[in-house]
C-alpha cells in the first residue's frame, strides 16, 4: 500500500488512492460544508482500517450535543481501535483516537489538550487546528482558542487552507475584543478561501460588537455563496443578518428572516434551537408579536430537554420551553441542572454551576419574579463564558438580565450593566442598549416630575 499526505503535506495511514476523498473531508471541515459527512462515509467505506477516519467520526458526533450520539461515538472509538489493530496509525492519528477516549469518559477540555498536542507535534495540521477550536469553542475557552492559532501562524504562509486559519484567528480576535485586527484579518481569509464561512461570520460578529448594523449588513449582503454550501451553519450566519435588523429597528425583516432561512429546516439541533430562541427573545424584548413560533421549538425544546450535554444547549432549550409556555418542562429541566455533578464530567460541571445559576433567572424571569430574577441573572452574566458560544449569542441572557432589572426597579444596577455591556462593545452602544438607555431616563424624568408634583400638592395644603 502507498500512503499519501494529506492537504497540510502530513504523511497518513491511508492508501494514495483515497487521498483526494479524504482531503475533501478536510476541506468540508474547514468550510463547515453540508458534503463532509457523506465524504466522511464514503472514506470509511473505503478504507475501514483507516483510524483516523473512525476517530473524526466519534468526535464529530460529541461536538453535536446528542444525547444518543455518545452511543455512536463510542461504536467509532471502538471501530478505530480495530482499524488500529489491523493497520498501526501514525502518531498523529493515535492522538485523535486518543483525544476522543478522553472525551468519552466526560473531558472534553482534555481532548482539546490532546489535539493540541498533535497540533504542537504538527503545526501545518489543518485538522487539528480546527478541531482544536471547535472543542474550545463548546467549552468556552477563546482564550486557549487564541493561543492555540497564534502557535502555528508562522507557519502557515504558504499553507493551501491559509484563508481557514485566518478565519479562525479572526474569531478569536474578535471574542478578545481586538475588533480592528479581528476584522482586517477575517476579510483577508475571505480573500484567500471564499467559501470560509466562519471567516466572514468573523467579520459579522466585529460589527455586531461594535455597533455598526448598516456595515454588517453590507458586508454580508451579495457574499451568500459564501454559506450557501454549509450544513445548518448556513442558518447561523442568516441568523447573524436577522441581528443587525434587529438592531437598527427593522423588526420586520428580523422576523421575515426567521421564517425563510434561520427555520427553513425544522431541526432540532442545539445549534439551530439557539439561533430560533435567542431571537425569539430578542425580539419579544422590543415589543414584537412573534405569534405561534414558540410552539414548534418548544415541541422540540421539550424532546431534547433530558440530553444534559452542555450547558449552553440547556439554556436555549429553556428559553424554548419558557417561550412555549411549557412551565412544568421548563421546572424539570431547571432540576436537571441542578442535579449534574462535576464529577461526571467537565461539561457537567459547568451545567450545575454556570448553567444553572443562569437558568434560575430565566425562570423567575418567566414566572413573573423578576427581583430574583435580577439577583441570579445579574451574577450570572459574569461567569457566562464558560457555558461555550460568542458574545453575540450569549448576549441574549444579558439582555435578559437587563429587564428583570428595570422591571424590578433596579435602576441604577441595570445602568450600571448596560454600561459594562458598552465598554465589552468597544465603546459603542447597539440598538438595544440606546433604546433601554432612553427607557431609563423616561422612567427617571416621569418619577422626578411625579415627585414634584407630589410636593407641589402637600404646598397647596
Known sequence: MAYATDLSGICTSLDAADIEIWNRVIKGILSHAESTAADLSAVIAKDPDFALAQAVRGLSCLLLGRREMAAVAQEAYQAALAAARRRPPTPR???????????????????????????????????????????????????????????????WEDHSAKGYMLGCHAFTLEEAGDYAIAERTGQRAVELAPDDAWGLHAVAHVFDMTGRAQEGLDWLNGREASWAHCNNFRFHVWWHQALMHLDIGDFDAALALYDSEIRRE??????????????????????????????????????????????????????????????QAAARLVGNMARARPSEGDAKAIICRNGHHTALGLHAYANGNYCMAWLNLQKAVQELQAVGGSHAQRDVFSRIAVEAGLRAGFLDETENLLKQRTRAHAG??????????????????????????????????
Not at 111 to 126: G, I, K, T
Not at 314 to 320: F, T
Not at 444 to 456: D, I, P, V, Y
Request: proline share 3%; hydrophobic share 45%.
Open 428 to 461: 459603542c452602544q447597539d440598538g438595544y442598549t440606546l433604546r433601554r438607555l432612553e427607557f431609563l431616563a423616561s422612567v427617571r424624568k416621569n418619577a422626578l416630575a411625579g415627585h414634584s408634583g407630589r410636593a407641589g400638592a402637600k404646598e397647596t395644603v
Open 266 to 327: 425544522k431541526t432540532d439541533d442545539y445549534r439551530d434551537i439557539a439561533n430560533a430562541t435567542s431571537l425569539l427573545a430578542r425580539l419579544e424584548i422590543e415589543g414584537v408579536d412573534v405569534g405561534d413560533r414558540w410552539e414548534e421549538v418548544a415541541e422540540l425544546s421539550e424532546k431534547r430537554a433530558g440530553d444534559g450535554c452542555l450547558a449552553f444547549a440547556d439554556l436555549h432549550y429553556l428559553l424554548g420551553l419558557i417561550g412555549g409556555g411549557r412551565d
Open 93 to 155: 492519528e493515535a492522538g485523535f483516537m486518543q483525544a476522543l477516549a478522553l472525551w468519552l469518559r466526560g473531558y472534553p477540555a482534555a481532548a482539546a489538550e490532546c489535539l493540541q498536542q498533535v497540533l504542537d507535534d504538527n503545526p501545518r495540521d489543518a485538522l487539528a487546528m480546527k478541531m482544536v477550536q471547535a472543542i474550545q469553542f463548546v467549552m468556552g475557552r477563546p482564550d486557549l482558542m487564541r493561543r492555540s492559532v497564534e502557535t502555528i501562524l508562522p507557519h
